[in-house]
């Protein structure tokens, strides 16, 4: 059984730059997809994106392109969000999970870290 857990989230002025990290332990998680999501008050688990297995492929929902950068080290098992150019609408709690598809839809993902909060203010 793979368990994720996130850190680094915090508080940040608009136009920051933050990064958060979700650690793998258990079951190597090298094998399957990593996707991050967010979600804000009231509103529903967002995907962010997502990275294969070997981290040469990546996705990015369109509100994040260009500022946010997702990428893995298998050999920490750990994954990492890079955020910059940090908005207000990206407050939100974010979340890691795995998989095994390169899917958006939050149902297709069967591991979950807690979460972690960040919050941009502005």
């Known amino acids: 059984q793979v368990q994720l857990v996130e850190s680094g989230g915090g508080l940040v002025q608009a136009g920051g730059s933050l990064r958060l990290s979700c650690a793998a332990s258990?079951?190597?998680?090298?094998?399957?997809?990593m996707a991050w999501f967010r979600q804000a008050p009231g509103k529903e688990r967002e995907f962010v994106g997502s990275?294969?297995?070997?981290?040469?492929?990546?996705f990015y929902a369109e509100s994040v392109k260009g500022r946010f950068t997702i990428s893995r080290d298998n050999t920490k098992n750990t994954g990492y969000l890079q955020m910059s150019s940090l908005k207000s609408e990206d407050t939100a709690v974010y979340y890691c999970?795995?998989?095994?598809?390169?899917?958006?839809?939050?149902?297709?993902?069967?591991?979950w870290g807690q979460g972690t909060q960040v919050t941009v203010s502005t």
């Open positions: 990275i294969g297995w070997s981290g040469g492929t990546t």
């Open positions: 258990g079951r190597t998680f090298s094998a399957g997809v």
């Open positions: 999970a795995g998989g095994s598809y390169y899917v958006s839809n939050p149902r297709m993902y069967t591991i």
